[in-house]
């Protein structure tokens, strides 16, 4: 019988299927555009889908100024948004 | 009806009950030692589970070489695992 995934290795599963969902729909799946965010947030997470959050969050995460976000950067949104949901955010 | 969580939700909970379920077993729920590190990986991350592995982890990501993992630290070894895992690591 196939190994059952471990919790973690599910929630990276779902880290990586979730870019690969949005980066896709423009034609370049490595990256995500600010629309692919937008679409992203006001499906995954609506708390976060307003206009002026995409910019910000694009603005801030975009560290190479390339106006989309690699893997890399998504990642570190991901961090980001996991740390302020739980309250352990760093003093700023 | 209550809203059903998306799949980016369920991600984000994930990599924090993971973080809490493991930090929480030496009294400090708020860090990870190497030894609760040693044990995350054993049971969510079997091939990352060697020793020189989880040396290597801590020494990595230890940033502020307390001997410990904060939360904003095991993101990002979470970002550094999915990044690999995918492919998707930037040239060295």
Redesign the interface.
């Known amino acids: 019988m196939a190994k059952q995934p471990?919790?973690?290795?599910?929630?990276?599963a779902?880290?990586?299927?979730?870019?690969q969902k949005y980066a896709g729909t423009d034609g370049d799946n490595?990256t995500i555009s600010k629309k692919e965010l937008s679409a992203?947030l006001k499906?995954?997470?609506?708390m976060l889908a307003g206009d002026e959050c995409v910019t910000a969050l694009m603005e801030t995460l975009d560290q190479d100024k390339s106006g989309t976000l690699?893997?890399?950067e998504y990642?570190?949104m991901?961090?980001t948004?996991?740390?302020f949901?739980?309250g352990?955010?760093?003093p700023q």
């Open positions: 471990t919790a973690l290795e599910c929630g990276l779902i880290l990586h299927s979730t870019f490595k992203m499906e995954q997470l609506p690699d893997f890399m990642c570190v991901i961090t948004l996991c740390s949901a739980s352990h955010m760093p």
